[in-house]
């Protein structure tokens, strides 16, 4: 895990390492820099696997020059192919995989990688530079080409000096909590979408992006359950074992969640050592999972270090936050997130996490709500636009926020849009135009819950989830793998009928059903919690004064296309009459931040 820059722009090496530094916590064990002609390429490295630094990078061999983020899983298996092929290594890293697969197989080499990545491979011979990021975006890949100045980093950090804000993304930001790709917080500055590669040719200064993976229309095995089961467990098990490869010690998070528990059993069951496990808690019980977590941890027989924590131990922690999510970012479980890596790094660099599960395998609430409000939604639009408007909701007490966004949603697909996106409801003036990357959900499967999972890996987990986990992560120089989002898992879970995953409101059936073979169900059949903090609670107490300083008339009039007057009502609701609304305090909050720290 590391952090890659690349540049033609004529810096010297004390600006590109100025450049470098502002991100080295991605990668505090080697700094390269090295120059190809008028390129300049830049890397910080956590070393994982081969710790000798004939691995470190930039690495070159022959007429192609490296800088890689990431870990190819599989990358013994492709170098097997390639000794059978008559190629010889000068390391054990799959760095050099990387570079010589590319050397023979060109961009077909994408195909047959199997892992977290985003890299850049210049050729000095045709003088073009190629560069991929892997199928679900869980590493992330910035670039701009502006009056044929190129740039590329792992991160926008180092990209943000003369750059203007982009009005649009701060309106996307307040939509959704974070900025969808291929946007970025500045203009002039893109995100590479995940399952897209970009090739640029500095011989005419053209370049092209093209997609090599993406979800595909859904086809239904027929298979029965119990096989089902098995298949999938064979897959867990292959995908966990290939991430405990390491040369530094490893562990796992452990939840009071389905997920990270079948993570950490499947670890413990394939390790050749004890696995150590980690969790987080909170004095207050509603949000509290390290109980449980511990609980698993006694069953499994791991080493297990369990952190409470409590407001102050979060509001340490923002500066952090705006230094590592250097675009803004509002999902508050980013704090305990940047909590636990804190506390993993005392012990190991490497741990594995339940990422990725929910999305594939209906496991969010979200997804009970889309069913029993589907009934609603399949009313004609003109009667439930009658009983929206009627006051008959508030009568029967029903008139929650779902089932008003149910009857108000015109078609069944506004209402899955709309668990992602607040579609302007903090805007003086609505734009949805970000959406149209985001189509496909809408043909590649006609059941309802499967249209909502598919938009959910596509919009939330490459911009929301992958975020958060590989910046929390990184801030710590610890590197995150998720068995659940290698892509067979991703791609295997669609074609399952749906009731093998969701049945009658009991989510990730099938998940549960292989759990059971590790945990006994009476122990982790409880209450979904989420990785959540009590943060809403926090603004009317111990934070008050740190939000309403933050939340000021200067800052809020500063804020483009923001609706002041709705929001400011909205703050005094949330303080004054205990009517909930954490998300769009805090996402302002986490904006005034941003702004603060990169003056702009």
């Known amino acids: 895990m590391c952090g890659i820059y690349l540049t033609n722009i004529p810096y010297n090496d004390n600006e590109v390492r100025t450049k470098l530094n502002s991100i080295s916590f991605r990668g505090p064990d080697f700094t390269g820099i090295h120059k190809v002609n008028n390129l300049t390429f830049g890397h910080v490295r956590l070393s994982i696997l081969d710790l000798d630094p004939r691995s470190n990078q930039p690495m070159t061999s022959e007429n192609l020059t490296i800088v890689y983020n990431g870990e190819i899983y599989n990358y013994k298996t492709i170098k097997k192919e390639l000794l059978d092929l008559g190629y010889s290594f000068n390391t054990e890293s799959d760095t050099e995989v990387l570079l010589i697969g590319y050397k023979h197989w060109g961009k077909n080499i994408?195909?047959?990688?199997?892992?977290?990545?985003?890299f850049s491979i210049y050729d000095l011979v045709s003088n073009k530079i190629f560069s991929a990021r892997d199928r679900?975006?869980?590493k992330p890949f910035y670039y701009s080409w502006n009056d044929d100045k190129l740039e590329i980093c792992s991160q926008i950090k180092p990209m943000l000096a003369g750059k203007k804000i982009n009005d649009d993304a701060v309106s996307m930001f307040l939509d959704c909590m974070f900025i969808p790709s291929p946007y970025t917080i500045v203009e002039g500055v893109y995100k590479l979408p995940a399952g897209n590669y970009m090739e640029f040719d500095l011989n005419t200064n053209n370049f092209t992006i093209n997609e090599y993976w993406n979800l595909k229309p859904v086809k239904i095995k027929d298979i029965s359950y119990e096989d089902a089961?098995?298949?999938?467990?064979?897959?867990?098990?292959?995908?966990v074992r290939i991430r405990l490869q390491s040369d530094v010690p490893i562990g796992s998070f452990l939840s009071g969640g389905i997920d990270s528990a079948l993570v950490s059993s499947i670890a413990a069951r394939v390790s050749d050592s004890q696995i150590s496990t980690f969790s987080i808690g909170f004095d207050n019980p509603e949000y509290d999972e390290s109980k449980i977590a511990e609980q698993y941890s006694q069953i499994l027989k791991t080493k297990h270090k369990s952190t409470v924590c409590n407001p102050s131990d979060f509001?340490?922690?923002?500066?952090k936050l705006t230094?590592?999510?250097?675009?803004?970012?509002?999902?508050?479980?980013?704090?305990?997130?940047?909590?636990?890596?804190?506390?993993?790094?005392?012990?190991v660099t490497v741990a594995l996490s339940g990422d990725g599960g929910d999305e594939s395998f209906i496991g969010y609430n979200h997804f009970d709500s889309l069913v029993k409000n589907q009934k609603i939604i399949d009313l004609p639009y003109p009667i439930r636009k009658f009983i929206a408007s009627s006051g008959i909701l508030k009568f029967l007490g029903m008139n929650t926020h779902r089932i008003q966004n149910a009857l108000k949603t015109k078609t069944r697909n506004d209402f899955i849009e709309n668990i992602f996106s607040r579609k302007g409801f903090l805007l003086k003036k609505k734009n949805q135009?970000?959406?149209?990357?985001?189509?496909?959900?809408?043909?590649?499967?006609?059941?309802?819950?499967?249209?909502?999972?598919?938009?959910?890996?596509?919009?939330?987990?490459e911009n929301d989830s992958n975020v958060k986990v590989d910046r929390a992560s990184m801030a710590y120089s610890v590197e995150v793998r998720s068995p659940f989002l290698d892509y067979r898992i991703v791609e295997y879970a669609r074609t399952l009928p749906i009731n093998y995953k969701y049945e009658k409101g009991r989510q990730k059936k099938i998940l549960r059903d292989i759990l059971k073979e590790y945990i006994p169900e009476e122990v982790f059949d409880q209450p979904k919690r989420g990785f959540s903090v009590p943060i809403g609670d926090w603004m009317r107490t111990e934070l008050k004064e740190e939000f309403l300083k933050s939340l000021n008339d200067d800052f809020l009039n500063m804020v483009p296309n923001l609706d002041v007057a709705k929001f400011k009502l909205l703050l005094s609701e949330h303080m004054e009459q205990n009517i909930d609304h954490t998300m769009h305090i805090w996402k302002l909050y986490v904006l005034s931040k941003w702004y603060e720290k990169y003056q702009f």
């Not at 803004?328 to 704090?335: G, N, R, T, V």
């Not at 970000?434 to 890996?457: E, R």
């Open 433 to 461: 135009d970000y959406m149209k990357y985001y189509q496909g959900y809408k043909t590649w499967s006609n059941i309802f819950l499967q249209k909502a999972a598919d938009l959910n890996i596509k919009l939330w987990l």
């Open 110 to 118: 994408l195909d047959k990688l199997n892992g977290m990545f985003a």
């Open 136 to 138: 679900l975006g869980v």
């Open 229 to 239: 089961k098995n298949e999938l467990h064979d897959l867990l098990l292959d995908a």
């Open 315 to 319: 509001l340490s922690l923002i500066p």
């Open 323 to 347: 230094e590592v999510y250097d675009e803004p970012f509002a999902d508050s479980s980013a704090l305990p997130s940047l909590l636990l890596n804190k506390v993993t790094k005392e012990y």
